[in-house]
C-alpha cells in the first residue's frame, strides 16, 4: 500500500497529533511555537518533528519557529481535511452506539452517514439525528454517497464478511472495533482500536512489579 517515494505510515500517524496539537494551541492564543515546544506537548523529540515535516516541504524559520495557523492549515491540508469526509458505521450496539453520539467526528471533518444492523429492533432508531438501516441496504448508501471510509463494530465473528461487504461496495479504509485482523486487498487501509489488547500490554508491565 505505502509507495517508495511516501512518507512513512509512522510519520503519517502522528500528523493528526500535530494538528490536535496545534489546534490547542491556536485555542490558547499562541501563534508561534519552536519544534522543541511543539515536541514536549506529545512526547516527540525536535528532531523528528522537523524530519517528519521535511517530508512536505519547508516550515518555520530556524530561531522563530512555526507560525502555528499556517502550519495547521497546511497539515490539514495534507490529511485532507478541508473536506469533510462520509462515513458509515456498521453494528450499532453498545460500542456502535456510544461512537455513532460522539460530537469530535462531526467537528472534524467525519460525518456520519449511514448506521447498519442486521437487529430488526434496531432498524429505524435514530441515534444522533441519523437513522439505523438494514445492512442489506449498505451497498446501496455506500454508493450514493460515495463512501470511502467506515467504522466496524460487530462482533468479532460477524467482522470479516461485513469488511468483504464494505470493501465490494467501495470503501478504502477501515477502523476496526472487533477483536480480529481482518484479511483485505492491499489497497484498502485498515486500523484498528483493540483496549483489551492494550491494557494486556501493560498488565506485563505491573505483573512484573513488586506489590508492598
Ligand atoms: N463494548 C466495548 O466496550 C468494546 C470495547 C472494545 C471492543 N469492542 C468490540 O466491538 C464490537 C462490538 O461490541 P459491542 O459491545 O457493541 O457488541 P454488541 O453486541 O452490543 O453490538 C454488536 C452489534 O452488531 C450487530 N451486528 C451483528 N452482526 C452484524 C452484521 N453482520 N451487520 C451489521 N450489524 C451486525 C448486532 O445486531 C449488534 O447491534 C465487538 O467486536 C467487541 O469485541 C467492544
Known amino acids: 500500500m505505502e509507495r517508495l517515494d511516501d512518507p512513512p505510515d509512522v510519520v503519517i500517524r502522528r500528523l493528526p ?7 490547542y494551541l491556536l485555542d490558547e492564543g499562541v501563534h508561534s511555537v519552536s519544534s522543541q515546544e511543539l515536541g514536549e506537548r506529545i512526547n516527540v523529540t525536535a528532531a523528528q518533528i522537523r524530519k517528519d515535516l521535511s517530508y512536505f516541504g519547508e516550515f518555520g524559520k530556524q530561531g522563530i519557529g512555526y507560525d502555528v495557523e499556517k502550519l495547521l492549515n497546511h497539515i490539514e491540508r495534507i490529511l485532507g481535511l478541508t473536506q469533510s469526509w462520509p ?6 450496539g453498545h460500542l456502535g452506539q456510544a461512537i455513532a453520539r460522539y460530537d469530535g467526528f462531526h467537528s472534524q471533518g467525519l460525518r456520519i452517514v449511514g448506521l447498519f444492523d442486521t437487529d430488526p429492533a434496531k432498524i429505524g432508531q435514530e441515534v444522533s439525528g441519523v437513522q439505523i438501516s438494514d445492512y442489506a441496504e449498505m451497498p446501496r448508501v455506500i454508493r450514493e454517497t460515495g463512501t470511502r471510509l467506515a467504522i466496524i463494530s460487530v462482533p468479532a465473528a460477524d467482522a470479516q464478511p461485513v469488511a468483504d461487504m464494505l470493501i465490494d461496495a467501495g470503501v478504502r479504509a477501515i477502523l476496526c472495533y472487533a477483536p480480529i485482523i481482518l484479511q483485505t486487498p492491499d489497497h484498502v487501509w485498515v486500523r484498528y482500536i483493540d483496549p483489551v489488547a492494550v491494557l494486556h500490554s501493560m498488565t506485563y508491565y505491573l505483573a512484573r512489579e513488586h506489590v508492598v
Open 87 to 92: 462515513v458509515v458505521l456498521v453494528g450499532v
Open 17 to 23: 497529533l500535530y494538528a490536535r496539537s496545534l489546534r
